[in-house]
């Protein structure tokens, strides 16, 4: 019991543990992913004032607006990309505004940008450089909440198997005890009175 209880301690201090990792990683890719839609207008404005075709423009428009959360009625347009904390409204599930969807369409309008050898800004930040450099964060820091999020799923289910586990879980285990103690000393007894009212319960 005692092996039991220490290993339910470590499983407990695991789940807090790759919790703050979860949310660190979390706060890490909101500050990183707070200036892309604005970013990505001034990239479309920049490169409509290059030498460069307009169905170019036009396809670059239509990335940003999918990055911007536009549909067809201007009303259902968010504010903000999905997080945890503040998901995307039922109604426009179909803007793509996951984290996963946000990457996909920046990397899509750096790709249509190498290939225009007429974009060529004079701002660092819209550089095609500095875009390919600033993917490559934004798809770490993306990662890093997925990894953080599998390891804190892990650790949760290590902690029920440890709390909840049939016949080897503690929970099993101080039933069995409170049913020995009963079986020893009697249901009336000071003994059992003593384990029987201390609740264990499984979780919902």
């Known amino acids: 019991m005692e092996t039991q209880l220490a290993n339910a301690a470590d499983a407990l201090k695991q789940v807090k543990a790759t919790k703050t990792t979860v949310d660190n990683a979390t706060n890490a890719r909101k500050d990183i992913f707070t200036p892309i839609r604005k970013l990505c207008t001034r990239i479309v404005n920049a490169l409509a004032g ?8 036009e396809n670059a428009k239509t990335i940003n607006g999918k990055l911007q959360g536009k549909k ?23 803007s793509q505004q996951s984290f996963d969807n946000l990457v996909d369409h920046f990397d899509k309008l750096v790709e249509l940008l190498k290939q225009q ?3 060529i800004p ?29 390891e804190w ?6 902690r029920d198997r440890r ?3 049939a ?31 201390i609740q264990f319960k499984h979780s919902n």
């Open 72 to 94: 067809a009625s201007k009303d259902e347009t968010p504010e903000t990309p999905a997080t945890p904390d503040t998901p995307v409204p039922k109604k426009i599930s179909a």
């Open 163 to 165: 709390l909840y586990a």
């Open 122 to 150: 004079n701002e660092v930040e819209l550089q095609t450089s500095s875009l390919i450099a600033l993917s490559g964060n934004f798809t770490t820091a993306n990662d890093a909440v997925v990894d953080a999020i599998t």
């Open 50 to 57: 290059c030498d460069v075709d307009e169905g170019v423009v």
């Open 153 to 158: 799923s892990n650790a949760m289910i290590e």
């Open 167 to 197: 016949k080897t879980g503690i929970i099993d285990t101080v039933a069995d005890v409170k049913d020995y103690v009963k079986s020893v000393y009697n249901a009336t007894s000071r003994e059992y009175k003593q384990l029987s009212s």
């Open 117 to 119: 050898s007429n974009y």
